[in-house]
């Protein structure tokens, strides 16, 4: 577990995909950081019950993204990549089992939110 109870998992260079088999139930220590993550690994947050109600909320859209602000509630845990730096919106939420759901705006994009 690291900061804050979010538990990170590692993921192939540029991916969004996790090394190895079982990452659902791994839990890094602090200590574990520098052997886990090296190189040009990528760094991924096991959402929900495992970081205790972590959820995000990806604005792909930009349209998404334009009204968030007026639609969400205030976060400070914001973060995206460099094309979209604020696509992503974390929440600390209850109950911490929640599931995810897509909604498509169009054909090519997707939109989630946890339902209850």
């Given at each position: 577990?690291?900061?804050?109870?979010?538990?990170?998992?590692?993921?192939?260079?540029?991916?969004?995909k996790?090394?190895?088999?079982?990452?659902?139930?791994?839990?890094?220590?602090?200590a574990?950081?520098?052997?886990?993550?090296f190189?040009?690994?990528n760094?991924g947050?096991?959402?929900?019950?495992?970081?205790?109600?972590?959820?995000?909320?990806?604005?792909?859209?930009?349209?998404?993204?334009?009204?968030?602000?007026?639609?969400?509630?205030?976060?400070?845990?914001?973060f995206?990549?460099?094309?979209?730096?604020?696509?992503?919106?974390?929440?600390?939420?209850?109950?911490?089992?929640?599931?995810?759901?897509?909604f498509?705006?169009?054909?090519?994009?997707?939109?989630?939110?946890?339902?209850?």
């Open positions: 577990m690291i900061y804050a109870s979010f538990n990170t998992v590692v993921e192939w260079p540029r991916s969004k996790p090394i190895g088999e079982g990452w659902q139930d791994q839990r890094l220590e602090l574990d950081l520098p052997r886990e993550f190189g040009d690994r760094i947050l096991l959402l929900g019950g495992p970081s205790g109600g972590l959820a995000d909320v990806d604005l792909d859209c930009n349209e998404a993204l334009a009204l968030a602000p007026a639609f969400l509630p205030t976060t400070a845990a914001i995206g990549r460099r094309s979209k730096p604020h696509s992503h919106w974390l929440y600390q939420v209850t109950p911490t089992d929640f599931r995810t759901t897509q498509r705006a169009r054909p090519s994009e997707k939109v989630t939110r946890p339902t209850c």
